[in-house]
Every structure is written in structure tokens, then in C-alpha cells.
């Protein structure tokens, strides 16, 4: 009776503080001030001081932080986006077309979620309603001209019905995406209140048997809640948590739970004090505050009260290391700002060259193609110097697109009168291609290469050719020298008489050297000169060089000289059978390979010899320092062959 009764009265007294705090409930959506009877963790009842005032105005700012990083936590990273240049160059829409706009919005939208695309959107709409306003307004001056009045004209375009299309779903789709986000932070909201209604219910019926286990039960259904709106967060977080501490001074009847519980979350709050310390010392700022962020949210979220006389001392530790990170994360951003100005400084100055870029002297397509590639360059450097917040960049970012826009013009206007030329260049193509197909079948070898080459030669000075033509007068040209050039060769490839008597000498020699079983160097060699002396073969059966290339390979494997004079020789062998049958490509092949061996044992003796400095304090004997220069001597043993090798090369003559 004694206990029950004991506890009635604690019931009484704390529900004295909880009519106040049902006031704050009953004006939560009106009021986003801190409730009258917050803990002192939440808002410490101290003197007004400048001290102060700045730990207060650090506090703030991050729990307006967490207040809105809860409700909106899957849309952190658009947050950032919005607020900084893109990490990847930027797309200059303005210079694409109405067709290639909507296939970048169709991109854009089907690849990005849909709260995430508002700033490509507007870009890809700006440049869309700017070149198909020129269109109308060209469309209507042209109708008006021709005689008809300004109220009947009409115009319409397949390409403007797929992008409105495309806008509409759009915005569907984002209405829906806003509304279920506004519809599940309004659940949430009801849930939490569910949570504290039932966490008083559980202080009023006071069991001291169950109360427990069932306050467990509520605080994980709690975490378990998802986000509520920003203007919400911290109101609901402190009624719930006057109502938390309710309970525990209320389980002081019962001071082994509640003990325990001190004792662990504070613990848990000396830790996070910890980690805010070691935060405040990093030189990242933007993480430090993130990770501060996290921090705050796992204090208030997972972590329950301390004993009453622990409450202010960690409170004040932790508000302190938050002030830290808070007053560095400030002088960060003086900083920024300083180099902000510089780089608003450099873009501006990129921005005026390219506005006086002069192509009043472009006359052909090599000219403009020089100002496009300069053009480029200074575009590159534009988005090299830096990057901006979104609300410095935009600004310089539209007289960017002014400058490029102006230059973008006269390139246009040049090619659309080169469209006029083209037709004439189309001509000029097709007389070509006839003169090229009327040569095709002639034998006149010597007088119709010449031709023939001519022909390619002045097809390359020719300019472009409309579009729709350009494949087909390819083709057609192309198909013509095709059959003309494998006419040539075939010819060219035929085998005569004395080839013929080459081609047998060679096959009756191959045969003899298929019997032989044992030689020695001298007899290899001589075989090897007998060979080239017979003649060289025609590209037609240039196989037999391989098959004779075969047989003395087998030859070679059986002589019982050094590995590397065995090497040597096949080496010498290959690239004088590409001498003898003047075969250019493959001499320059091997001779681009042998250099590149060259090199790299070049490049590897002298990064061992460099690792080699680093031991300069080793003893001679140190086995980490005898392996290095043990393959030091291998890899110069090596480099000495391969440049053997390229002696060798140097001195055959083609």
C-alpha cells in the first residue's frame, strides 16, 4: 500500500508538468519555438552572455540542420547539387537542337529521379523555348508576308507535341512523388503522437511490473517511425522526450532499471562527446559537420537521459564541441568566399575572351573547325578554374551562354549557307565516280593507276555533300577503285615463268631439309643462305617462308649452343626472309617491338637502381638488397640481347 501509494503521488506531481506540455502539443503546428519545458540538455537555463549566445546560435543551426536532414534524408545529396556547380561538365543545352533537346530530356528524366532533375529541366526548357520561339516567330513573319493575317496563324510541330508530352508526365509524376511525401510525413507525425500518448498512459498507470519492458517497446517504435516535416521534428522530439524523462524520474521506485539506463546512456553521450571532440580537430569541414549532424540525431533519437545532475555537464560538452566545429565550418566559408571572388574573377575574364573571339575572317570549313577547337579549350578552362554555389555560378553561367550563344550563331549561319555549295560539291563527286567506274575494267595498268590516284586525290579536296547523298556516292566511289585496285593486284600477283622455277627450288629444298635429323651450326647457316639465294617468292605463296621458317626452328632446337645464340639465330632468320621479300610493314613491326623491349629493361634497371637509394644505409649483405641486384645484372644481361637485336636491325637496309 505504502508503494502504491507512494507512487500515486509521483503520478500527481509529474503530471503537473505535463498539462504544460500538452499545451505545446495542443499549438505544435502554430509554434516551432522550444517548449516551456524542454530538458536542460535541450536548452540550458543560463544567463544571457555573448559566450553563450554563440553556443546557443551554434546549437541551433545544427538541430535546424537535423530537423531538416530527418525529413528529407533521401533527398540530402539533390540538396547539394542544387546548392554547388555539377562535378561533371556542364551541358551547354543552347547548342543542341530541338530533336537532340528531347531526346536529353527523355534521358533526364527516365534515368534521374524525379526530385532530382528540376535544374537540367529548366535548362533543357530555356534552350527549347528560346530556339522554337526564333522558329514561331520566323514561321508567323513568313505567313504574314505571304498574305495571311496575324490572328489566323497556326503552327504546329510533331517534335513540340513529344516534348510537352514529356513535360506533362513530368509533372505528374512529380506532383504524385511531393504529395505521398507530404501524406507519409503526416502519418508519421500522427504515429509519433500515437508513441507519446501511449508513453503517458504508461506513466499514469505506473505498473511498476511491466512499465519496463513496455517503455523498450515504445522507444523502438519510435526509431522505427519514419520522417516528419522539418517545422515538426524537434516540437514532437521534445514532447516526447519530457515524457521520457517523466518515466525515468518515475522509475526511481524501482532503481536498478533506472540506474542502469543512466549509466548506459551516459556512456553512450560521453562517447558521441568524443567523437564531436575529434570532429572539431578534422580538417575536412563539409564531413565533420555532416558526421555532427548524425551525432545530434543519434543524441536525441537513440540515446535516453542521464542522471538530473549529469544532465547540464555533458550537455555543456557536447554544445561546446559543436560550437567548435560550428565557428570552423564559418571561418571555412569566409575563406571560400575569398577564393569564390577569384574564381568569379577567372571565369569572367574566359568569359570576355570568348566574347571577343573575332570569325569575321572564317572563310572554310578548316577556319571554323580552328575556332571550334580554340573555343573549346577556353570552355574546358571555364569549368576548370572552379566550382560555384549555384547561387554565385548562375549569374556568370548565363553571360557564359550569352558569349558561347553569339559564337554558336555565326558558326551556323556559316554551314547553312555551305549547304548551298553542297549540291554543287555533289556534282562534282558523281562526275568523279563516272570517270572512276568507266576505268574500272581497263588493263592499261600504268596509265589507270595513275588515273585512279588522281581521282582519290581530288575527291579529298571536294567539300562536304548533302546528307542524304553522302552515303551513297561513298559507296558507289569506293566500290569502283575497290574493283579496279584488286584487278591490279591480282595481276600483279600472277606467277610468271621464272617465278614458277623460284617456287620449285624453294619446295624441292624445303623437302630436303624435312629429312635432315641432325646439323650443326655451320650446316644451319648454309641452309639459311641457300635458301634466300634460290630467290624470292611471290605474295602468292609466301606460305612457303613460313614453312621454312618451321623447319629451322626444329633445327635450331636441336643444337646444343646457348639458349640466347638460339634465340638470336631465329631472329636473324625471321627478319632476313622479311628483308629478302622486302616486306617493309613487318621489318617496321619488329623494329617498333624491339624498341619497346629496349625501353622497358631500360626503365626497370633504373627503377630498381632508384629502389637501390633507398637502402643506401643496408649492409652489403642485406638478402632484400643482394635480390634487387641480382635482377638488376639479369635485367642488364637482357637489355644487352635486345639491343643486339636492334643492331642488327639498323643494319639491314630497306
Excluded at 553563450?52 to 528529407?72: H, I, P, Q, Y
Excluded at 520561339?133 to 507535341?161: C, M, R, T, V
Excluded at 523502438?220 to 515538426?232: M, Y
Amino acid at each position: 500500500m505504502a508503494s502504491n501509494f507512494r507512487t500515486l503521488n509521483i503520478v500527481h506531481m509529474l503530471d503537473n508538468n505535463q498539462d504544460k506540455v500538452e499545451e505545446n502539443k495542443s499549438n505544435l503546428s502554430q509554434d516551432d519555438n522550444p517548449t516551456s519545458n524542454e530538458t536542460k540538455e535541450e536548452k540550458l537555463e543560463v544567463s544571457s552572455t555573448p559566450e553563450n549566445d554563440e553556443v546557443s546560435e551554434a546549437m541551433n543551426e545544427v538541430e535546424e540542420k537535423v530537423a531538416e536532414v530527418a525529413e528529407k534524408a533521401e533527398e540530402l545529396e539533390e540538396a547539394e547539387e542544387s546548392n554547388t556547380e555539377a562535378t561533371t561538365k556542364e551541358i551547354d543545352y543552347s547548342t543542341l537542337s530541338l530533336e537532340d533537346l528531347v531526346v536529353a530530356l527523355t534521358k533526364v528524366l527516365n534515368e534521374q529521379a524525379v526530385n532530382k532533375v528540376k535544374k537540367q529541366v529548366d535548362a533543357i526548357k530555356n534552350a527549347f523555348n528560346q530556339q522554337f520561339g526564333a522558329i514561331l516567330a520566323e514561321k508567323k513573319a513568313a505567313f504574314i508576308e505571304a498574305g495571311g493575317e496575324s490572328i489566323d496563324f497556326q503552327f504546329s510541330s510533331p517534335i513540340k507535341a513529344t516534348y510537352n508530352s514529356l513535360l506533362s508526365q513530368h509533372k505528374k509524376e512529380r506532383d504524385t512523388h511531393y504529395n505521398d511525401q507530404e501524406k507519409s510525413q503526416k502519418l508519421n507525425l500522427e504515429k509519433r503522437f500515437e508513441v507519446i500518448d501511449a508513453l503517458k498512459n504508461l506513466i499514469a498507470d505506473a505498473d511498476t511490473k511491466t512499465m519496463y519492458k513496455q517503455f523498450k517497446e515504445m522507444q523502438d517504435t519510435w526509431r522505427g517511425i519514419g520522417p516528419v516535416s522539418k517545422t515538426k521534428y524537434n516540437d514532437t522530439w521534445k514532447i516526447y522526450h519530457h515524457h521520457v524523462e517523466r518515466f525515468y524520474d518515475l522509475l526511481h521506485l524501482s532503481n536498478d532499471f533506472r540506474d542502469l539506463d543512466f549509466k548506459n546512456n551516459l556512456e553512450e553521450k560521453l562517447k558521441i562527446i568524443q567523437k564531436a571532440e575529434a570532429l572539431a580537430e578534422s580538417e575536412d569541414i563539409n564531413d565533420s559537420f555532416k558526421e555532427l549532424q548524425d551525432l545530434h540525431k543519434i543524441w536525441k533519437e537513440d540515446i535516453g537521459p542521464v542522471a538530473r545532475e549529469m544532465r547540464e555537464e555533458i550537455w555543456k560538452k557536447f554544445s561546446q564541441a559543436t560550437k567548435k566545429i560550428h565557428d570552423k565550418r564559418h571561418d571555412y566559408y569566409r575563406s571560400m568566399k575569398t577564393k569564390f571572388d577569384e574564381i568569379i574573377q577567372k571565369k569572367l575574364e574566359i568569359v570576355a575572351q570568348i566574347a571577343k573571339l573575332d570569325t569575321s575572317k572564317n572563310k572554310n570549313h578548316n577556319d571554323w573547325q580552328e575556332s571550334i577547337v580554340e573555343i573549346e579549350k577556353l570552355r574546358q578552362a571555364y569549368f576548370n578554374v572552379g566550382k560555384l554555389p549555384y547561387a554565385k555560378s548562375e549569374e556568370i553561367w548565363q553571360q557564359f551562354k550569352v558569349a558561347t550563344k553569339s559564337f554558336n550563331k555565326a558558326k551556323n549561319d556559316f554551314y547553312k549557307g555551305e549547304k548551298s555549295g553542297q549540291q554543287e560539291n555533289l556534282n562534282k563527286k558523281i562526275a568523279l565516280i563516272e570517270l572512276a567506274e568507266s576505268l574500272k575494267d581497263s588493263t592499261d595498268w600504268d596509265k589507270s593507276t595513275e588515273v585512279l590516284k588522281k581521282i582519290q586525290a581530288d575527291w579529298k579536296k571536294i567539300g562536304h555533300v548533302p546528307r542524304k547523298f553522302s552515303d551513297d556516292v561513298w559507296k558507289r566511289f569506293k566500290s569502283a577503285c575497290n574493283y579496279y585496285f584488286d584487278q591490279y593486284h591480282k595481276s600483279k600477283n600472277a606467277i610468271s615463268t621464272e617465278d614458277q622455277l623460284i617456287i620449285d627450288a624453294k619446295k624441292g629444298f624445303l623437302e630436303t631439309i624435312k629429312t635432315t635429323e641432325t646439323n650443326t651450326k655451320e650446316d644451319l647457316l648454309e641452309a639459311i643462305d641457300t635458301w634466300k639465294n634460290l630467290g624470292a617468292l611471290p605474295n602468292s605463296v609466301r606460305y612457303l617462308e613460313g614453312k621454312f621458317n618451321k623447319q629451322i626452328d626444329r633445327l635450331i632446337s636441336t643444337l646444343s649452343i646457348d639458349k640466347s645464340e638460339i634465340e638470336m639465330l631465329r631472329f636473324k632468320n625471321n627478319v632476313d626472309g622479311f628483308a629478302a621479300n622486302n616486306d617493309v610493314r613487318k621489318l617496321d613491326s619488329e623494329q617498333i617491338f624491339v624498341r619497346k623491349k629496349v625501353d622497358e629493361f631500360v626503365r626497370e634497371i633504373q627503377q630498381l637502381e632508384n629502389n637501390l637509394g633507398f637502402f643506401s644505409n643496408a649492409k652489403p649483405d642485406n638478402p632484400l638488397v643482394l635480390n634487387v641486384k641480382l635482377k638488376v645484372e639479369e635485367f642488364k644481361k637482357e637489355l644487352s640481347f635486345w639491343k643486339d637485336k636492334l643492331s642488327y636491325m639498323k643494319r639491314i637496309n630497306y
